[in-house]
């Protein structure tokens, strides 16, 4: 599921296309803009996809819409590429511990929508990305794993951003990779990832 950009997704599609994922099968797009990028990568790789739009619907009817949709198509985990919707807990708790969501700090650190701005602000010497579960509240979750990056002198917004995405485009297709072969095991907020 994704609003935007969609470089996230591509760089799931593009690890599965490398044939590092082999136990991922992306099936569909949902997205809830009709500008989106994301859906110009859909199309690029052969993916279906439906544009439900937030406008116009309730809450209750945005997310039957998708539920509808994947349960028609048996969807087993939900990946959030940059969703910038927040989800109802009764759509969280009937994909429970299979949704994943992707954050641009090292949370519990700077959660919401201006992580690297906040982390600069703040004076961090460090920041990153964090793969988590989606629980009930926003940029929550167990974590799954997260990745750092430096901030420099002079560190921007843009500059910190493109930094911290590299990263996200690394651990992203990993985690879904691990979930989706039976490799990570949750026991409340305790995560467990299986090497072999
Ligand atoms: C990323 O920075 C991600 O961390 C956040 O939203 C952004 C999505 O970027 N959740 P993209 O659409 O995947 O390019």
């Known amino acids: ?18 044939g ?3 136990d ?5 797009l949902i997205v809830n803009k009709r500008k989106a990028q994301a859906i110009k990568i859909a199309g690029k790789y052969n993916i ?3 544009i439900i ?3 116009g619907n309730t809450r209750t009817e945005f997310e039957k819409k998708i539920l509808d949709i994947f349960k028609e198509k048996n969807i087993e985990i939900i990946v959030l590429a940059g969703f910038m919707r927040i989800l109802t807990s009764n759509f969280i708790n009937i994909y429970k511990n299979r949704i994943i969501n992707i954050h641009p700090s090292l949370l519990p650190a700077f959660p919401g ?12 010497t460090k920041s990153g990305c964090t793969v988590h579960f989606v629980d ?3 940029d929550s979750g167990p974590i799954i794993m997260q990745a750092s990056v430096n901030l420099e ?10 930094k911290i995405l590299v990263k996200e485009h690394q651990i992203f297709p990993k985690v879904l990779q691990l979930l989706c072969s039976n490799k990570i095991e949750i026991n409340d907020q305790n995560i467990k990832i299986s090497s072999d």
């Open 20 to 22: 590092n994922l082999p």
């Open 136 to 138: 009930e509240d926003v």
């Open 24 to 28: 991922v099968e992306i099936s569909h």
């Open 113 to 124: 929508a201006h992580a690297q701005r906040d982390a600069i602000e703040f004076g961090a």
């Open 48 to 50: 279906p996809y439906n």
């Open 1 to 18: 599921m994704a609003s935007g950009r969609g470089s996230n997704f591509q760089a799931i599609l593009k690890e599965k296309q490398k």
């Open 153 to 162: 002198k002079g560190e921007t917004e843009n500059s910190l951003s493109a």
């Open 53 to 55: 739009e937030s406008k």
